[in-house]
């Protein structure tokens, strides 16, 4: 007798994390001889103003950015204070 893939209503539903397909996906890339954290901000997540170090103006609140830091920090308060909110098209630019 062939075997039967199980039914898609005995396997656990999994909700949706809204919050995490809103963030997108944290990724590393390697620019200037150095590998870097990007991880994409939502429009909904981004509560404070930040300065983007990429064109020196505001990435305001509301507004999607990247929150990027070096990926060779050892993540604790120096990583934290190392972290900077650029525009998206500014860090795609750099």
Known sequence: ?????????T???VPLDVDRVMRGV???ERRGGAEWHV?????????????????GGAVQRGTAHVVVWRADSIFGERAIEDRRHWHTGCWRAG
């Open 26 to 28: 944290a990724r590393i």
């Open 39 to 55: 991880q994409p901000m939502s429009a909904a997540a981004a509560a404070k103003d930040y300065v983007c170090p990429g064109c």
């Open 1 to 9: 007798m062939p075997s039967r893939r199980p039914s898609r209503r």
């Open 11 to 13: 396997q656990p539903h």
